[in-house]
């Protein structure tokens, strides 16, 4: 078994015929999905990379990452939103969230300028300190403004330690095929560079270089990871098929009001995933005034300090769990012969059981609470299991998107922050802004 949507918890709040009642609009969106005649229709591209991607620039990413583990102690990831969540997810999930903390013989890898915290770039700075490293610059757009200002100081960075010759062998440069700042920067300067194609928008860019490179240079088995979409593409075909369910149930929640969805997970190596997914469905839904708002948690930590909102609180979220089978570790709890904390009732069991009865418990709970659940019950955490995640929400979000009827693919809500930073920092050719804002700022 891979991956299997279990809709038993929902039977308090989606009777069948309203399942049937949607079929109409989600085959409608599938069949806009698949002419390719729908909204956004360029930005395609990730619909069959799993099995149509270009085989010569993978077998390179693998020399790279190769290169990488031979020379460095630590990768600098460069980039933000589409540019880094995908990489960071999957490395978190298959390998650890304390990945950079576990013995090892792949580089810790540190992600940068997906924000502009001169803090957190000057701690990493300090922590590849008399290391070796490696940068993988990574911007589809090439003029994202994080990004470029920490590529700026670790192209520096490298350069005073290796030389200008020595850096460019240790800068990769992810970007688009022909045009950008960094592509022109990278074609000068001579490093070794990597496609995002250009129908492949930022958010679905994980399984291309964006993704595979810092994510095969963990130690990951990026083949394993392209089979595992590769297997979805085939796998989630047509209404019926769990993928289609699972946005037809979202476009039922929304139109009862529940305008919120939690993705949920029992494991912190998930956390990630749940931030990739928030970009995602975040980005791809939220315009023209209308979308669920995208949110999660990891349980049990935070029905400690969300547990008390879902159970109780304003009834406007649904939560998607993800119900992992079985973990990629366990621990046997023992008997304790002198009991003092009273825990034998726990004992003589792996500690996953415990987990187990944690979920099916606030299950039970959050429906009786109000709360809608649907379950995506997946086998085992690993890369092909990633692979089909992965291609799972990505396909359920273009056709939940077009269900809503909006462009699942655009985002031009993230300009607006964009124009005004550059207007108050003075960037040339803003000036007319400038002023405006200033004097709104007093
Ligand atoms: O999904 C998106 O398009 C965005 O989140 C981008 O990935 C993000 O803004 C970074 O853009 P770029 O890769 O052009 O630097």
């Excluded at 049937?20 to 360029?42: Q, W």
């Excluded at 139109?255 to 995933?273: H, Q, W």
């Excluded at 089978?325 to 009991?339: G, R, V």
Aim: glycine letters at 8%.
């Amino acid at each position: 078994m891979a991956l299997k949507l279990n809709t038993e918890y929902l039977e308090n709040f989606v009777s069948a015929h309203e399942f049937e009642g949607m079929k109409p609009l989600c085959k409608a969106a599938d069949e806009v999905l698949s002419s390719k005649s729908g909204l956004g229709n360029d930005f395609l591209g990730w619909v069959n990379l799993p099995t149509n991607y270009d085989k010569e620039e993978f077998a390179r990413i693998k020399k790279a990452a190769q290169k990488i583990k031979e020379t460095s102690q630590v990768l600098i990831v460069i980039g933000i939103g589409g540019s880094y969540l995908g990489a960071r997810a999957v490395i978190e999930a298959v390998k650890s969230s304390l990945y950079n903390n576990l013995p090892k013989d792949t580089p810790d890898i540190y992600f940068v300028g997906n924000s502009i915290s001169p803090t957190y770039l000057s701690q990493v700075l300090e922590i590849c300190k008399n290391k070796d490293i490696c940068v993988n610059v990574i911007s589809k757009s090439g003029t994202t403004t994080e990004p470029a200002v920490a590529f700026r100081i670790f192209k520096k960075l490298l350069e005073d330690k290796y030389g200008k010759e020595g850096a460019k062998e240790r800068i990769f440069a992810t970007t688009d095929r022909k045009v950008g700042v960094l592509k022109q920067e990278a074609d000068k300067e001579g490093y070794e560079t990597f496609v995002v194609p250009d129908d492949v928008g930022g958010r679905f860019s994980v399984l291309t270089a964006v993704g595979l490179l810092p994510i095969a240079v963990a130690g990951c088995d990026i083949d394993a990871l392209m089979q595992g979409a590769a297997d979805a593409s085939k796998k989630y075909v047509g209404v019926e098929s769990d993928c289609h369910k699972y946005a037809s149930l979202r476009n039922i929640m929304y139109n009862k009001g529940k305008s919120i969805e939690m993705l949920i997970s029992y494991e912190p190596t998930m956390t990630m995933i749940n931030e990739w997914f928030k970009q995602l469905f975040g980005e791809s839904e939220g315009k023209d005034k209308k979308g669920i708002f995208p949110s999660s948690a990891v349980y049990s930590t935070d029905l400690h300090s969300m547990g008390q909102f879902v159970q109780d609180g304003s009834r406007v979220m649904f939560e998607t769990v993800i119900d992992v089978k079985n973990p990629q570790q366990d621990i046997f709890l023992e008997i304790d012969k002198e009991n003092n904390d009273g825990l034998n009732f726990l004992a003589n069991q792996n500690m996953s059981i415990v987990n187990k009865r944690a979920m099916q418990g606030t299950l039970l709970a959050h429906t009786e609470g109000g709360v809608p659940q649907i379950v995506i019950e997946m086998d085992k955490i690993d890369e092909y299991n990633i692979g089909e995640l992965i291609y799972f929400f990505e396909k359920a979000c273009a056709i939940s998107g077009y269900m809503l009827g909006v462009n699942p693919f655009n985002q031009p809500g993230v300009e607006s922050y964009k124009k005004n930073m550059f207007a108050l920092l003075g960037k040339p050719g803003y000036e007319d802004m400038t002023a405006e804002l200033m004097a709104k700022l007093k």
